[in-house]
């Protein structure tokens, strides 16, 4: 049925409303009010009789006078309050129970309106009230989808979008459910330890120990005693019985990162470690049993290694039950935008700043730098950029002055003759859409994305430009 002012909702669109109030007239008023303008209007006459509806019937909105008989406004709302976890809550009061009014607001009541009130006065302030819960609503949606969003680009504390990466959290994730021995490979600064750390603590083994062990950075003579222990007078200085970090990560997981630089006398040790499951300390005629999950990481390439009879390919075969190879941050540069806002909030907390965001022009820098160290350098410059910034947007003064610059053969008096911004506008354009569309295996929808321009406006450009990928 349609009324002359309003079209009537179906009652499971309506919203549901309780007005308690001990005057018949007010609650007659306001129910006529209320129901012309498309609410399902329940009444009660005091708190106790408000009580008994609330047990029964979900409420969008309750309408509550302050001053009642048997059970005022202010001792429903304190006894009825975890019932009201979804109802959003208006006091009616007279003018002189506005201070009661306040503190019922203090208490979780979301308004009050003071007697004697104009009807628009009612309605205004109910449709306040809706478009606050529909924000409520809004903000609860956008922290699910970001959510899953960061479930579906995140792994251990690592970030990505890209498909190379994203195979590899899925591959590290898989692998985390297992026992078996894993070789990262990686350029420095690309996140071995990360997915280490990320495998170890998604796997079974998480309330275990994790034990990092930089293999080039401990001297070749102290390497062994670090990695088995030792017995008392084993040498000069053995004062007592030392565990080594093997023994450490018992039961837990053991990551040695630059695995190529362990000398050859030691790889025959790590392999019975890896074969037998036993260790020896330094000055100790008996073995003893451990359960360790072995990580290990490199920048090297180990088969070459083995090539040049460096490393033992027993070893080598041993380590790389499962290898994982993560793609240089020049491989991946529509991750670019993601790490740089993931490590800008990193900042803002440990920093005490406020920054919201980069400017196009630093973030053009940052998209064609070629990135020698990885993720790590794009994570210090960023830090060096918020503590630069006076503002809450990062500029391109903010980096350092070789930002943006490819390789020896690629320096901008290379890419650039003369002294036209128009022309070096367009080589740079052109230089971007290939680099995106390199970066996207040539699927043009994806490479638009990266760009941030329209798809026809691409394909406009790769005709301008006579692109051929």
Wanted: glycine residues 6%.
């Amino acid at each position: 049925m349609m009324d002359n002012k309003i079209t009537k909702k179906s009652k499971s669109s309506q919203k549901r409303l309780l007005i308690i109030d001990d005057e018949e007239n007010m609650r007659h008023m306001l129910s006529s009010l209320l129901d012309k303008s498309g609410y399902r209007v329940d009444t009660a006459s005091d708190g106790a009789e408000a009580l008994e509806k609330v047990d029964r019937t979900l409420y969008d909105f309750i309408l509550c006078d302050l001053k009642m008989p048997n059970m005022n406004g202010m001792e429903f709302f304190e006894t009825a309050r975890d019932k009201l976890w979804a109802t959003t809550v208006i006091m009616m009061s007279a003018y002189g129970n506005i201070d009661t009014a306040v503190e019922a607001m203090k208490k979780g009541a979301y308004d009050f309106i003071s007697k004697p009130f104009k009807p628009d006065e009612v309605l205004l302030t109910l449709k306040k009230a809706e478009e606050r819960e529909s924000l409520k609503r809004e903000n609860l949606w956008l922290k699910e989808r970001i959510r899953k969003i960061q479930e579906n680009y995140c792994f251990g504390s690592m970030v990505s979008k890209s498909n190379a990466m994203l195979d590899v959290f899925k591959l590290a994730e898989k692998v985390s459910q297992y026992n078996t021995t894993v070789l990262i490979y990686g350029d420095s600064g690309t996140g071995k330890e990360l997915i280490a750390r990320g495998i170890h603590f998604a796997g079974q083994r998480a309330k275990k120990p994790l034990v990092p062990v930089n293999c080039g950075s401990i001297p070749e003579n102290l390497l062994e005693s670090e990695l088995f222990g030792y017995k008392k007078g084993a040498f000069t200085g053995a004062d007592g019985d030392r565990k080594g970090l093997f023994e450490e990560a018992d039961g837990g997981t053991i990551f040695l990162d630059e695995i190529g630089e362990l000398p050859l006398s030691l790889q025959v040790k790590l392999l019975r470690v890896l074969q037998e499951n036993e260790i020896r300390a330094v000055g100790d005629s008996k073995t003893k049993k451990i359960d360790v999950r072995v990580i290990a990481a490199t920048a090297k390439d180990l088969e070459e290694e083995v090539n040049k009879g460096i490393f033992r390919e027993d070893l080598f075969f041993r380590l790389s039950v499962l290898p994982i190879k993560l793609p240089p941050l020049s491989r991946r540069p529509e991750d670019i935008p993601l790490l740089c806002q993931h490590f800008i909030d990193r900042f803002n907390i440990s920093l005490e700043k406020g920054i919201k965001g980069i400017t196009p022009a630093a973030m053009s820098l940052l998209l064609t730098h070629s990135w020698p160290g990885n993720v790590r350098e794009l994570e210090n410059m960023i830090e060096r950029a918020v503590v630069l910034a006076e503002d809450t947007i990062l500029l391109p003064e903010h980096f350092p002055p070789e930002l943006g610059a490819e390789s020896d053969t690629d320096h901008v008096d290379d890419l650039f003759e003369g002294y036209s911004l128009k022309a070096a506008q367009k080589i740079l354009e052109k230089k971007m859409i290939i680099r995106s569309l390199k970066a996207t295996a040539g699927n043009r929808t994806k490479a638009a994305r990266m760009l941030e321009i329209s798809h026809p406006s691409l394909l406009s450009k790769i005709k301008t430009y006579n692109i051929s990928i």
